[in-house]
């Protein structure tokens, strides 16, 4: 009697373990109940999102040459334009956006009131190919991909470089490449500590870690996912949001977690913003798109 009464407190509490266990295991990234909402339309190709320190989203529309902004409170307005054929973009620790202006091969910084500097144009004499995405890394320096896609405003056809490479350009402006062995490198993000960077190669289908030495340069490549990406973003718990088809959420190990389908043909970049971070801002071709998430987003302006 005793024994069968033991064996059923056992099995009772085996199966409380399992329950609380499963209750606690996570369910990908969104929110409950979340929904995919279109917020505006008509571009032709956005791509660049980031956030500044309000949470305010800015994003580009290439073809027509202008930087957007989506504000906390659902406006949309202009924030410059023309804009240098905007791409990719990020916001540095001073509150500056970080412009990928591939019309001339630039990368620029521009101040909240609009003014521009030209940060670099060029690698060892040369025009760079058109830079796409960029990082700032924490306490300075900033990372940047430079694929070369052929630009109908550009009057060259061949590649400038010798290749589609990676560099860091360091807070005194000397820039170095970082990464030259890569088919095509696209999208671009850092962890919120400064000691890794994610570079996606969106010509061989593979994203890679790599960890980030103190003077910038890279060492212990690691293959991270089999896929490559335009754009990429990363949240608090360190999963790893690509794009192309819709979104694809990686965890921190390389393990496939979420999938948001988006309906447009391309996904181009990512980034979370609104006051709260914790929702995710998609630039789909024509459209922008957001939905709610349970995890908050990181390498947000300052």
Request: aromatic share 10%; with cysteine.
């Amino acid at each position: 009697m005793k024994t069968n009464r033991l064996t059923k407190i056992l099995t009772v509490l085996a199966i409380l373990l399992i329950c609380t266990c499963h209750g606690q295991e996570k369910k990908g990234v969104l929110a409950p109940d979340a929904k995919l909402e279109k917020l505006a339309d008509g571009f032709i190709f956005t791509e660049g999102p980031t956030a500044d320190a309000k949470g305010n989203v800015f994003f580009t529309d290439q073809p027509n040459n202008r930087i957007l902004k989506w504000s906390v409170d659902g406006k949309l307005s202009v924030f410059m334009e023309p804009a240098g054929r905007a791409n990719g973009m990020f916001f540095d620790a001073n509150g500056n956006l970080l412009v990928c202006a591939d019309e001339k091969t630039e990368l620029w910084s521009v101040t909240p009131d609009g003014k521009k500097t030209v940060i670099v144009k060029e690698y060892q004499g040369k025009p760079l190919n058109g830079p796409n995405d960029v990082w700032a890394r924490p306490g300075g320096g900033i990372y940047f991909t430079d694929p070369f896609y052929k630009r109908p405003w550009w009057s060259y056809e061949d590649m400038p470089q010798d290749g589609q490479h990676v560099y860091y350009v360091a807070r005194d402006g000397k820039i170095k490449r970082v990464i030259s062995d890569l088919t095509q490198p696209n999208g671009i993000i850092g962890t919120p500590d400064g000691k890794n960077l994610f570079v996606a190669d969106i010509g061989d289908s593979k994203t890679y870690k790599y960890d980030i030495l103190s003077d910038g340069s890279l060492t212990n490549k690691t293959l991270f996912c089999a896929m490559g990406s335009d754009g990429m973003t990363i949240d608090s718990e360190g999963n790893l949001y690509l794009t192309g088809k819709g979104v694809t959420v990686f965890d921190k190990t390389g393990n496939k977690i979420d999938f948001i389908k988006v309906p447009e043909n391309w996904c181009a970049n990512v980034c979370f913003g609104g006051a709260d971070r914790k929702t995710l801002f998609i630039t789909a071709s024509k459209g922008l798109y957001a939905i709610k998430t349970r995890v908050k987003g990181t390498n947000q302006g300052k």
